[in-house]
């Protein structure tokens, strides 16, 4: 890697760096415009706690905010990546893709199923004046998109993950949908069962 590469890295890893910078330019260009969103993906990951690195900011919205995001902010800051582009934008001054996801569409392979993409009006807590999706949901959405498609199995390590760093319990499985308890369950007695057995050696 160069040596920017690693500076960068070594930014995002205190809260600081291009990627850092893009949430916030969103978060103040969304508010003051009214436009409804909350962040999710790899940011929101960061920011319940599970710090892991990403290069782009996921964004859900509502279809109008989105229409209105293409008329006021689209040339004023962000830019389509290419000529025709919808719903991938770059932010001008820092070169990160930003990535939006509709509200009301489904996770993973895309096919209807009880969880989708939630309404972004309501579906958020506030840290730090951004605006990101509840663990819950968060963890609801990871799970729906890992379950069903065979290329986003990343999506349950990322649960995985969750259940460990924040030494989530079984019955958190009672704040999810219930097609994606089972899901849950499975990562849960993993991660379970590997402490365990660290014990077990110690």
């Not at 920017?4 to 990627?19: A, H, L, N, P, Y």
């Not at 920011?47 to 892991?52: F, K, L």
Request: proline share 5%.
């Amino acid at each position: 890697m160069t040596t920017t590469i690693w500076t960068e890295i070594d930014r995002f890893m205190q809260s600081k760096g291009s990627v850092f910078e893009t949430l916030q330019n969103l978060a103040r260009n969304l508010t003051r415009e009214g436009i409804d969103y909350t962040i999710i993906g790899g940011m929101a990951l960061v920011m319940h706690g599970y710090v892991r690195t990403t290069q782009d900011v996921d964004l859900l919205m509502s279809p109008q905010g989105l229409e209105r995001f293409q008329k006021l902010l689209v040339g004023r800051g962000f830019v389509p990546t290419f000529p025709g582009a919808t719903r991938r934008f770059r932010d001008a001054s820092t070169d990160i893709v930003v990535e939006i996801l509709i509200a009301g569409e489904y996770p993973g392979d895309g096919k209807p199923k009880p969880v989708c993409f939630p309404n972004p009006a309501t579906a958020f807590i506030e840290r730090d004046g951004i605006r990101i999706i509840p663990l819950s949901q968060l963890i609801e959405l990871k799970l729906a998109s890992g379950l069903t498609a065979s290329d986003r199995l990343k999506d349950l390590a990322d649960v995985q993950e969750l259940i460990r760093i924040l030494n989530l319990p079984a019955d958190f499985a009672a704040q999810i949908d219930p097609s994606v308890r089972d899901g849950y369950m499975n990562l849960w007695n993993g991660v379970d069962r590997a402490k365990q057995e660290r014990d077990l050696e110690s």
